[in-house]
């Protein structure tokens, strides 16, 4: 059997159909060719220039780092030190997991009891970061600190924080913002309640912890706004439990994680648009990857349009397949399905869409009217390629990341072909 497509092979097949794309809407005339240029661009950022996530990840010894990284990922990726610290020198590694892969600088602990096993005793652990910022610039940089830390000495950690984000400024002219991160919420008061399957908890003592917590916040919140170069740059204060436990075959004993997907959530949203995807999709949070899945079917629906409103008879047919069958693609890839063109391609026949002889017919016939009729008929032409996309990509979010079967998938295409063309129609009526 032949073995699926790695994420990568399938990155790089998106990469190529962009290409090719781009080197077939360069031919459309004037100002059609410009909107769809702009959009083109965008796509192309979304899918063609992706990349890992690059965060630089800080704080003292059993913060709960590696927890953190393993939590993202819902695997064991990064090693933990339960006996003394794992990291002897600031460091980027890229962590890789079944689905996608982050940049990480792992630190050495702020504040460390003693220097780690190969780690130079000569430099400080701000002095080991900083030499690594040098060789690339993070997106983000996340404060780790334990929920039993935040009020015992926790202002030299901030001005080490602060320096931290001084030389990013310095060296790349970026302000990186700043997501401060509460571990080890699951050891609050009281220890028993369980965030984790907080609606089986009592609720009494579920507010009582819960409570605890966010004064936690606050108070570290407090602490980094009174700070001039940190206020500015921090978006949040989460409190979180990122406690997984493993065998020694490597398989899961007990998951623990509490607001992961919130902290993913936060950092999805300061990320810059190349490293999206990726995050969406490795750490499979089903909103994020409808939204990117969202956004990329309006992306792909616009330019649709746009094509089918070029004045060339015909010349818009191969265009529009090849953008349909890259929306189906790309959403699938989001969802962390192996797709292929290929696949795509049966995706769009199973929803009702004939690819082949009969589509082509079709979409002949569709370019014919503009052909007779120049005026009118290029606003249904328009009106049926943006609604037959928007279809498309909503069927697919619902087929691979909500999991719906087939036959609902289909009828969801239905649902929004007809609802979009007529929104569209009625639009152009009134213009």
């Known amino acids: 059997m032949t073995e699926p497509p790695a994420p990568s092979t399938l990155r790089s097949q998106l990469v190529s159909s962009v290409e090719r794309l781009e080197e077939l809407l360069a031919k459309l005339p004037g100002p059609i060719g410009k909107e769809v240029k702009l959009r083109i661009g965008e796509l192309r950022t979304l899918l063609a220039e992706q990349r890992a996530p690059r965060l630089a990840v800080v704080g003292r010894r059993g913060s709960g780092k590696s927890s953190l990284v393993n939590a993202i990922f819902g695997a064991k990726i990064a090693e933990l030190g339960h006996e003394r610290a794992m990291t002897a020198k600031g460091e980027w590694h890229t962590y890789n997991g079944a689905l996608g892969a982050l940049d990480i600088l792992d630190t050495r602990g702020l504040q460390e ?82 965030l984790h399957e907080a609606a089986t908890e009592d609720a009494a003592d579920l507010a009582e912890k819960t409570g605890r917590i966010t004064r936690i916040e606050r108070l570290l919140e407090e602490k980094i706004r009174a700070i001039p170069g940190l206020r500015d740059q921090l978006v949040t204060v989460l409190g979180i439990s990122a406690y997984q436990s493993w065998r020694a075959d490597g398989t899961r004993r007990a998951d623990e994680r509490w607001h992961i997907d919130e902290l993913v959530s936060f950092l999805f949203h300061e990320l810059p648009d190349q490293a999206r995807v990726e995050l969406a ?47 189906v693609t790309a959403i699938g890839h989001v969802s962390g399905r192996t797709v292929t063109a290929k696949t795509a391609g049966e995706f769009l026949v199973a929803m009702g869409v004939n690819v082949g002889a009969g589509f082509a017919l079709r979409e002949t016939a569709r370019a014919l009217v503009k052909f007779v009729f120049p005026g009118g008929g290029m606003y249904v032409s328009a009106a049926v390629a943006y609604a037959g996309t928007m279809a498309l990509g909503r069927s697919a979010v619902a087929y691979f990341i909500r999991g719906v079967s087939s036959e609902d998938a289909k009828a969801a295409f239905s649902s929004v072909y007809k609802s979009v063309k007529r929104e569209r129609s009625e639009k152009n009526d009134h213009e």
């Open 113 to 194: 009891g003693a220097p780690p096993e190969g780690a130079d005793a000569k430099a400080s652990p701000l002095e080991s970061i900083l030499q690594e910022v040098k060789t690339k610039a993070p997106d983000i940089v996340l404060f780790l600190i334990k929920a039993s830390d935040v009020d015992a000495a926790v202002d030299e950690d901030l001005r080490l924080l602060s320096e931290l984000s001084k030389s990013v400024d310095g060296q790349y002219r970026i302000k990186p913002p700043i997501v401060a991160v509460v571990t080890h919420c699951d050891e609050v008061e009281p220890k028993s309640v369980r």
């Open 281 to 327: 999709r490795l750490a499979q949070v089903q909103k994020l990857q409808i939204d990117i899945a969202n956004r990329l079917t309006l992306l792909v629906a616009g330019i649709c349009a746009a094509v089918a409103a070029t004045p060339i008879p015909v010349a818009d047919i191969l265009p529009i397949t090849a953008l349909q069958v890259s929306l």
